[in-house]
């Protein structure tokens, strides 16, 4: 099929190949939360559910094809994010969507591309699929509610939630932290009034 010629249901179709059950569902399920967070924050909806439904696309591929189709596409990533295989999946999506599905709006790939890790300067679109992400229905993990609340307070506050949630998980077991979210975090900490450490 034509890329150019595809259909959210076609997006569906192929998701459907491409991921077990639950990320299917998933999928769909951020989909429709980033549908709602768009509304809420004036954001293109129609991209809002393009990206939340493709985030995850490349996620149950093998690691070696993951970072195949990064290395291809020519993008650039960090030693951190070479380092670890969880962020691979969201360079890897990017590279997919841009390059199989022919999609060419480049604030739907760096949605996908920074769902994971986020960055400093994110779009609305880029945050919504980020925090998306967090507070899709099928999510149960402790802390889940206080997220759904902060997303619908503002979308910076869900982030910095977001951030300290996984920033404190990595530092736990004592991983590398990637730039990106160090800066991100900054950035949204700022916004919401935490930058005095005094
Ligand atoms: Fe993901
Ligand atoms: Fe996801």
Redesign the pocket.
């Known amino acids: 099929m034509l890329a150019e010629k595809m259909t959210n249901d076609d997006y569906i179709a192929l998701l459907k190949q491409r991921l077990g059950e639950k990320?299917f569902n998933?999928?769909l399920n951020?989909a429709e939360e980033a549908v709602r967070l768009a509304k809420k924050y004036s954001v293109d909806v129609e991209k809002a559910y393009k990206a939340g439904l493709l985030?995850?696309i490349m996620?149950e591929e093998k690691p070696e094809i993951q970072f195949e189709a990064i290395v291809k596409s020519g993008m650039p990533f960090t030693e951190v994010e070479k380092s670890n295989q969880k962020l691979w999946h969201a360079m890897a999506g990017a590279a997919y969507i841009k390059n199989e599905l022919g999609i060419e709006d480049e604030e739907i790939i760096n949605a996908v591309r920074y769902?994971?890790t986020a960055k400093a300067g994110m779009t609305m679109l880029e945050k919504v699929i980020y925090i998306a992400?967090f507070t899709?229905k099928e999510r149960d993990y402790d802390g889940v509610e206080k997220m759904r609340e902060l997303a619908d307070v503002s979308l910076e506050q869900a982030m910095l939630e977001g951030l300290s949630f996984t920033l404190q998980k990595l530092v736990e077991k004592n991983k590398l932290l990637n730039l990106d979210s160090i800066n991100a975090y900054n950035e949204v900490a700022a916004v919401c009034g935490k930058g005095n450490n005094i």
């Open positions: 990320r998933h999928s951020v985030h995850d996620k769902h994971t992400d899709s």
